[in-house]
């Protein structure tokens, strides 16, 4: 994981806001959720209160999204992750493997 993939992350769990290179977490007191963006585009919301997880490429499947997604992956849904196979995403979670696609939740190891 890359220096500031643990800040992003580090913002998460401290609930504050924070802005690195391309990547902003802006928190929200009055929904306890978390938005991240990457170039200004929203790729996931944490809801501190359920600790679900809404993930979007934004319609660019790049290895940066990727990158930052897996990142928030591997700190608030142990086990699951994002991986590309033959140009297609797909996110894999402790027992199955689903096409992955934007506006996809993840709660309590349900993908919805």
Not at 81 to 102: E, G, I
């Amino acid at each position: 994981m890359r220096k500031l993939e643990k800040q992003m992350n580090s913002a998460l769990l401290r609930k504050t806001n924070w802005a690195g290179s391309n990547t902003t977490v802006s928190y929200n007191e009055f929904t306890n959720c978390s938005s991240i963006l990457l170039h200004g585009h929203q790729i996931a919301t944490l809801d501190h209160h359920t600790n679900a997880l809404k993930l979007s490429s934004c319609g660019y499947q790049t290895v940066t999204t990727k990158s930052r997604l897996n990142a928030l992956l591997s700190e608030f849904k142990y086990g699951c992750k994002v991986f590309q196979k033959n140009f297609d995403w797909y996110l894999q979670s402790v027992n199955q493997t689903v096409d992955f696609w934007d506006g996809m939740i993840l709660c309590q190891g349900e993908i919805l």
